[in-house]
């Protein structure tokens, strides 16, 4: 099993940054992708950016957040500038992985570290 431990979510006001950190732990034998989602209270988990040998972010995000990763400490992170009220969410992490060398590609999903914009 793989084990996702999210931090630096809290309260911001708009204009200012967070960085969210995602490490993982336990069993890992590779991790191809890794990944931040947000869900805002009433709407859809959305993709926020994804991580493998190339970097993507959402176009609502773009210009603003970073995506990044530690493979050596097996970390993740997403630096958010110019944050917006519209950012306020649930950040979740999840990574794409392997604990052996036969096994499936699994899906693995962080608890979630809140975000909130506000005045």
């Known amino acids: 099993q793989v084990q996702l431990v999210e931090s630096g979510g809290g309260l911001v006001q708009p204009g200012g940054s967070l960085r969210l950190s995602c490490a993982a732990s336990?069993?890992?034998?590779?991790?191809?992708?890794m990944a931040w989602y947000r869900q805002a209270p009433g709407k859809q988990r959305e993709l926020v950016g994804r991580i493998s040998s190339g970097s993507t972010v959402a176009d609502s995000v773009k210009g603003r957040f970073t995506i990044s990763r530690d493979n050596a400490k097996n970390t993740v992170y997403l630096q958010m500038n110019r944050l917006k009220p519209e950012d306020t969410a649930v950040y979740y992490c999840?990574?794409?992985?392997?604990?052996?060398?036969?096994?499936?590609?699994?899906?693995?999903w962080g608890q979630g570290t809140q975000v909130t914009v506000s005045s």
């Open positions: 336990g069993s890992i034998f590779s991790i191809p992708v």
């Open positions: 999840n990574v794409l992985g392997k604990t052996t060398a036969w096994d499936q590609l699994t899906n693995y």
